[in-house]
């Protein structure tokens, strides 16, 4: 079918749509868009949807960053939005709505270099090159709490659930409800969720995805479970969060990915019949010797680093194991079909696209350079070893000027990506939070 015969099989699958909405993920994984009415559903197939380039570069706050130069500096010219049309489907918590997820173009029809489904994109492709193909799967851990509070409030956990709660049947069932609409909401969107469990922290859960050979998918699935994850809340009078650590002491929320590679036969090059294939020992390699210098990406805001801290139940060093949770890229498994790395630094905080473009890249730049992991954890919790950035201005510098982050983004993206992150630290910087005063205003 073309894309514009998908499009009207759409139309007339849902005669009464009021409206699609277009997505469009910024840097910082926030959805920007438009909402089209339902009636001029046929323009996505036409001369495109115009947007402005700048508009994946706004920062968290939601403004221009005018270290960019990709607003007033240049005029703030558009770009052409095309539909990503494996994602128009129907908007099950909105009646008669529907949404698709977007990627731009440059005026003269290539890719976007600022869509960051576009650094993903030139990473599969890099795999692709080696004659590999990945499979991937996440999981997203997210917490849930209680809805009402001013801008600003701290989270508190629903009620029932002040506590631990890790694979306790008693939290999914305090919030059941919630839990079988996400589960539905995915399953209307075509989403493939797995399993749903309760984690340790108070009001935390994680959903697991099915394996999947396109990278692609997996980003925009994730990319998606938040936005309905967030809905599937709003509707039953709660809220949930996707920030790093919204408690100071319960674990904080990561994204974990697995991955291996096939090759062109199907056959998984990760397994072996005994020890670690060596294709295996490369990709681990890559990942370790890439990942100090893309942690801002891993780790994209202040928040997210305060996952990084003994007991936090986040990787702490450069470190890899068999079955071994506490290192950042853990085995689950060296022989058979099931053979892949996990890897365990991402905040859920994380935009999926690129974080996955750093993941992949991170592993082709260990089968180019036939990296090696070094030897396994086997004991300890992980966290010793040469230490992963804990302070937000160091892993920016080193991102700043990592040959493979500009090998991963290409050095325009990581220009952009620098300056939006530094307007960040400074805004947040001006900001005196609550703790300082109350620890230093009356007594000094």
Known sequence: MTDQDRIEAFISAHPKLDRIELLFPDMNGVMRGKW????AARKL????IRL???TYALDIFGEDVDETQLAAAIGDPDGIARPILDTLKPIPWSEDAAQVLMTLQEPNGAGCVYDPRTRLASQVARLEALGVTPVVATELEFYVFQAGGRVGDAPVPPPGLEGAQVYELAATTALEPMLDDILEFCDVQDIPADTLIAEFGPGQFEINF???ADAMAAADHAMLFKRLVKAAARKHGVAATFMAKPYGDPPG???HVHVSLLDSGGRNIFAAETGVAAPLDHAIGGLLGSMRELQAVFAPHANS????QPGSYAPMALTWGLDHR???????????GGARLEHRISGADVNPYLALAAILGGIAHGLETKAKAGPALTDGDGSEGERLHHDWTSALDEFEGSAIAAAVYGAEYVRVYTACRRAEVAKL?????????KTYLHKL
């Open 36 to 39: 089209l009415p339902g009636d």
């Open 45 to 48: 197939s036409g001369d495109g």
């Open 52 to 54: 402005p380039m700048s």
């Open 210 to 212: 099915n394996h999947i």
């Open 253 to 255: 929320s990561g994204m």
């Open 305 to 308: 680093y305060r996952r990084f």
């Open 326 to 336: 506490g290192v950042a890229v853990r085995v689950p498994a060296t022989s058979g």
């Open 429 to 437: 910087a001006t900001m005196i939070s609550d703790a300082e005063y």
